[in-house]
């Protein structure tokens, strides 16, 4: 049995979607009933967990070899994910797929020093462990900047000109499917990117292109970035790790490229252009 957390997520619902079109039992594990309910309804073997609780962690993880762990994004996502690596021993899971962040050995920006210790912790376990490290998602150009495109047709960033090799999460969620479902991959760290750096200038032209209407990038410096962070409610030490990463970027680590998706999968990884047009097809845009 596979456990799946983070079952609601941008990444783990996909996760989930590629082992149901597979047809391998998996377990999903949610944060609310609610969730849980609701993928119970669709079929699906569905639990609750709270990381702030570890006794609802440990009968989650039962009977599951293999665990796919992914924690909220939250200032103490490190402390909960460790609960998760306690858990999983207690419950005697034998493999963690854990999703990490790109560079998170050197810890040189704050969402590495969430990951890394916590990879740490998977090695130090005695659990069988593979490392997911992913660029940033394709798919947070929606989820992040679509509000400000479909309202102002602009997006807004801190990452000035910096090449970044997104990746989509359909290609992350392919290796995390191998590393559940096959061997070979115990002890193994893959760097998941896209196959071509782009600026947001970049993207912008291209969603210009295919939407048929201007859009703008504006690039803003790193304490205005961070006042529309805050006036959309995002609590101050989360706008405070993105507005690192923004800076991860902009100094030029995020642009380089690596063939892991397509050495892990087969397939090579997915163009953002592409991307930009399957979203402009599903009239996520809007007119």
Request: aromatic content about 8%.
């Amino acid at each position: 049995m596979i456990c799946v957390t983070g079952s609601s997520g941008t990444l783990g619902s996909e996760v989930i979607r590629q082992l149901s079109a597979g047809k391998i039992s998996y377990r999903g594990a949610f944060f609310s009933e609610q969730k849980a309910e609701k993928a119970r309804l669709k079929g699906i073997e569905a639990v609750t967990i709270d990381y702030n609780r570890p006794e609802t962690l440990v009968p989650a993880f039962q009977d599951c070899e293999k665990l796919f762990l992914l924690g909220p994004n939250t200032p103490d996502q490190a402390r909960l994910e460790l609960n998760a690596v306690e858990a999983a021993k207690a419950a005697n899971v034998r493999h963690i797929v854990k999703q990490s962040v790109m560079g998170a050995p050197a810890q040189s920006f704050s969402l590495a020093k969430v990951h890394y210790p916590v990879e740490v912790a998977v090695k130090e376990s005695g659990i069988a462990w593979t490392f997911l490290r992913p660029n940033s998602f394709m798919q947070n150009l929606v989820t992040y900047m679509g509000e400000t495109i479909r309202a102002e047709d602009t997006f807004y960033s801190a990452s000035s000109t910096a090449d970044i090799s997104h990746v989509d999460i359909r290609d992350v969620a392919a290796v995390a499917l191998k590393a559940l479902t096959e061997t070979g991959h115990e002890g193994m760290a893959y760097t998941l990117t896209g196959p071509e750096a782009w600026t947001y200038d970049q993207v912008s032209e291209e969603l210009t292109k295919v939407l048929g209407r201007r859009i703008r990038h504006m690039n803003l410096s790193p304490s205005d970035y961070k006042d529309g962070m805050l006036a959309q409610g995002m609590p101050e030490e989360i706008a405070d790790r993105m507005l690192d990463l923004e800076r991860y970027f902009r100094q030029g680590h995020a642009s380089h490229i690596t063939r892991d998706i397509e050495q892990v999968t087969g397939q090579k990884a997915r163009q953002y252009a592409d991307y930009i047009r399957q979203t402009a097809d599903s009239g996520i845009w809007g007119e």
